[in-house]
């Protein structure tokens, strides 16, 4: 048999860790348990892969387990009743209306849980960072790639 057709193990290739957030991960107490959530499906996923024998998955999930596992051991919950109530922080759900008069709510979120179709962004994101510490009535420049847009607070409220 020619060499070129062997193969020296069958066993894939180690994959590269998931890479850390350079950034405190600030959560929401709904967002942490959102992480141990994703924890219990990503072990019991993996059990099925080990059980059928799929090696590659099962790294993938091994190590998908370990990024969720180091997410959790580095969160920071926020309490909302902590923040203050007449600025934009962490956790605040906040009405904005734009220069042509639509208006939209955005909720500032822990990076695990940003969801921009359910209105939910990250406090790293440049939307969130525009809006921080603004109060109501405050106009704030969101400079986005495709431009930059006014946006004026209309209302701020801490959901618990």
């Given at each position: 048999?020619?060499?070129?057709?062997?193969?020296e193990?069958?066993?894939?290739?180690a994959?590269?860790?998931?890479?850390?957030?350079?950034?405190?991960?600030?959560?929401?107490?709904?967002?942490l348990?959102?992480?141990?959530?994703?924890?219990?499906t990503?072990?019991?996923?993996?059990?099925?892969a080990?059980?059928?024998?799929?090696?590659?998955a099962?790294m993938?999930?091994?190590?998908?387990?370990?990024?969720?596992?180091?997410?959790?051991?580095?969160?920071?919950?926020?309490?909302p009743?902590?923040?203050?109530?007449?600025r934009?922080?962490?956790?605040?759900?906040?009405?904005?209306e734009?220069?042509?008069?639509?208006?939209?709510?955005w909720r500032i979120?822990?990076?695990d849980e940003?969801?921009?179709?359910?209105?939910?962004?990250?406090?790293?994101?440049p939307?969130?960072?525009a809006?921080?510490?603004?109060?109501?009535g405050?106009?704030?420049?969101?400079?986005?790639?495709?431009?930059?847009?006014?946006?004026?607070?209309?209302?701020?409220?801490?959901?618990?």
């Open positions: 048999m020619n060499r070129a057709f062997t193969r193990s069958d066993a894939p290739a994959l590269p860790e998931r890479a850390l957030s350079a950034y405190p991960n600030y959560v929401t107490a709904c967002g348990a959102q992480l141990r959530a994703r924890v219990e990503t072990r019991m996923e993996l059990h099925a080990q059980a059928r024998i799929d090696v590659a099962a993938t999930l091994a190590r998908d387990l370990r990024w969720l596992d180091a997410r959790i051991a580095a969160a920071i919950v926020v309490n009743a902590t923040q203050p109530p007449a934009v922080a962490f956790g605040a759900e906040v009405t904005v734009d220069d042509c008069g639509a208006a939209q709510r979120v822990g990076e940003a969801d921009a179709s359910s209105g939910k962004v990250s406090w790293v994101s939307l969130a960072r809006l921080l510490d603004a109060q109501v405050d106009v704030v420049a969101w400079r986005r790639p495709a431009g930059t847009r006014m946006l004026s607070v209309t209302h701020i409220a801490y959901p618990r």
